[in-house]
Each structure stands twice: as C-alpha cells, then as structure tokens.
C-alpha cells in the first residue's frame, strides 16, 4: 500500500478508536449514551494527542536527546507516561462534565421541592 494512503487511514482508525473508547467511557462515568458527545472527545483525544507528539518531538531536537535503541524501552520510557497523561486528562474531562450535570439535576431537584 502507498505510503500516502497509509497515514490518513491510521489516523481515521485511530479517531473511531478514540470515538469509540470515548463512548464507552461516556455510558460508564455519565451514563450517557450520545455519538455526539462520544465524537467531541474523541477529537479532544486526538488533539491532545497530536499536542504531545509534537511536544515530544521539538523538546527531543532541542535537547538533541539519545534516543533508546530498542522500540519497546522508547515506548515504556517516553510514550506510556504521555498516554497515561493524555487518557489521565480526558478522563477528568470526562468527570468534570459529569459533575456539572449531576449539579444541575441537584438544582432543578431542589427547585421542586416546596
């Protein structure tokens, strides 16, 4: 396969990934089921994602890092804290919303009650 091709169909891949995890987050910590919602963190998480990497990418040429030789101690030292943070992150993006809707429900509970 061209490597043109390759790129932008391991990036859609990804995002229905990212939309797909994010859905099924979304129906645990919120109980909410919306695709709307679930596609808007998703892209949050490709965001983030592609924040990181260039991070990681220009503070690496600028420190001129020696880069681990071995592909999996690379991942293990640099990209798993990265995606524990990212994830760590939409997580808590995640809550927060959560939070938000259950203060609102709390508030029009209240309004109800004489």
Same mark, same amino acid.
């Given at each position: 396969?061209?490597?043109?091709? =390759?790129?932008?169909?391991?990036?859609?891949?990804? +995002?229905?990934?990212?939309?797909?995890?994010? +859905? +099924? %987050?979304?129906? /645990? &910590? /919120?109980?909410?089921?919306?695709? *709307?919602?679930?596609?808007?963190?998703?892209?949050? /998480?490709?965001?983030? *994602?592609?924040?990181?990497?260039?991070?990681?990418?220009?503070?690496?040429?600028?420190?001129?890092?020696? =880069?681990?030789?071995?592909?999996?101690?690379? +991942?293990?030292?640099?990209?798993?804290?990265? $995606?524990?943070?990212?994830?760590?992150?939409?997580?808590?993006?995640?809550?927060? %919303?959560?939070?938000?809707? $259950? /203060?609102?429900?709390?508030?029009?509970? $209240?309004? &109800?009650?004489?």
């Amino acid at each position: 396969m061209d490597e043109s091709v =390759v790129y932008p169909v391991y990036i859609v891949v990804k +995002y229905v990934a990212y939309c797909l995890w994010s +859905y +099924y %987050g979304l129906k /645990r &910590l /919120r109980n909410q089921s919306g695709f *709307g919602a679930a596609v808007g963190f998703g892209s949050a /998480r490709l965001g983030l *994602g592609m924040l990181f990497g260039i991070g990681v990418f220009f503070v690496g040429a600028m420190l001129h890092l020696n =880069v681990p030789a071995h592909p999996w101690t690379l +991942y293990l030292s640099i990209y798993a804290p990265l $995606r524990y943070i990212e994830w760590t992150i939409l997580a808590a993006l995640m809550i927060a %919303g959560a939070d938000a809707g $259950r /203060r609102a429900a709390d508030v029009a509970a $209240r309004s &109800l009650i004489p």
